[in-house]
């Protein structure tokens, strides 16, 4: 199984609608989660981390379920520049000391069409 | 703008080649990290870099090898290219006090031949 998986996509909606992505995670001592926004040919960018309260902004909305290992990333009201690749990204204790290495998703590609 | 820059953009090697790749950490990052990104995969980590030293390490071999410089910025070096080492390499720096949070450079994407 691998560590971070994500909906294989990809995700074609109209302008206007709504789509979730989903993440799971297995290693059950993770402790911090991010989704990345990743557009074609460019290096990905923080979209917001999650907590475990949820949290919101503007059209995003991003939560945790540490019971079910469970992330998931909401967007209302989708625009055409929503148009990316989305990253699930999840921290594991890494093998040096206390370190945490970032464990990625493959990405979930959303189209928004107009 | 994160304010991480990577050199060079674009590279083409041929196998067997050396290839070393540079990063400037944003103002006030003490840590980089670095990640190879083949074609429709996520980032995979090689290693970090804390105040010069090796911080972890990903499941790459040693030919990927690193250094951090006192101004805390980077290299990526690779010996004996392989053609399954064309990827886009991804530099990432943060800050300890900022807990994970990496600010991405815009990548080298490099072809081996």
């Known amino acids: 199984r691998k560590e971070v998986e994500q909906d294989p996509g990809p995700f074609n909606v109209p302008e206007g609608a709504t789509v979730a992505f989903n993440c799971t995670y297995s290693n059950s001592a993770s402790q911090s989660f991010f989704w990345y926004r990743q557009d074609c040919r460019k290096e990905p960018k923080l979209l917001m981390s999650v907590y475990s309260s949820g949290n919101e902004d503007g059209r995003f909305t991003a939560q945790l379920n540490r019971a079910s290992q469970y992330i998931s990333l909401l967007i209302r009201d989708s625009k055409l520049s929503d148009s990316a690749t989305y990253l699930c990204?999840?921290?594991?204790?890494?093998?040096?000391?206390?370190?945490?290495?970032?464990?990625w998703g493959l990405g979930t590609s959303l189209a928004v069409n107009p | 703008e994160t304010g991480v820059t990577q050199s060079p953009t674009h590279l083409i090697k041929t196998r067997g080649q050396q290839v070393t790749l540079r990063c400037s950490s944003q103002s006030g990052h003490n840590t980089v990290s670095w990640y190879q990104q083949a074609l429709g995969q996520g980032p995979q980590f090689i290693f970090q870099y804390y105040r010069e030293e090796e911080n972890g390490r990903g499941n790459f071999p040693p030919r990927f090898s690193g250094l951090q410089f006192p101004n805390y910025s980077s290299e990526l070096n690779v010996n004996a290219l392989e053609l399954d080492d064309s990827a886009l390499y991804l530099c990432?720096?943060?800050?300890?006090?900022?807990?994970?949070?990496?600010?991405f450079g815009p990548g080298t994407r490099l072809l081996v031949l």
């Open positions: 990204v999840v921290t594991a204790r890494g093998n040096a000391g206390n370190n945490r290495k970032l464990i």
């Open positions: 990432a720096s943060s800050s300890t006090g900022q807990g994970e949070t990496q600010y």
